[in-house]
């Protein structure tokens, strides 16, 4: 039972870059996932939801516009998109298992700078 993300790295500002999230060990397509991100000496916050049915999603004000949360059921993935990068977005960045036992993943660092 694990989550892998991938897709980190170095971006300049207003560049983009697409996380992914794999799952493994449960069933994917029943469950609902968040990405949340943490910065250095900051709390971890969540910035996007998605359902299992990918119905429903949520951002946070601070992403809202700029990222976009997918998942592809058949690949067991969740993705998180993001355009316009901002300094301010660099952190690590983490994929959650958000129903039924939290589960997370090991993280992905994603540096904005120019």
């Known amino acids: 039972v694990q989550l892998v993300e991938s897709g980190g790295g170095s971006v300049q500002p207003g560049g983009s870059l697409r996380l992914s999230c794999t799952a493994s060990g449960f069933p994917f397509s029943s469950t609902h996932f968040s990405w949340y991100r943490q910065a250095p000496g900051k709390d971890r916050e969540s910035i996007a939801y998605?359902?299992?049915?990918?119905?429903?999603?949520y951002y946070a004000d601070s992403v809202n516009g700029r990222f976009t949360i997918s998942r592809d059921n058949a690949k067991n993935t969740v993705y998180l998109q993001m355009n316009n990068v901002k300094p301010d977005d660099t952190a690590v960045y983490y994929c959650?298992?958000?129903?039924?036992?939290?589960?997370w993943g090991q993280g992905t660092q994603v540096t904005v700078s120019s």
């Open positions: 998605i359902s299992s049915t990918g119905d429903s999603t």
């Open positions: 959650a298992r958000v129903s039924g036992p939290w589960l």
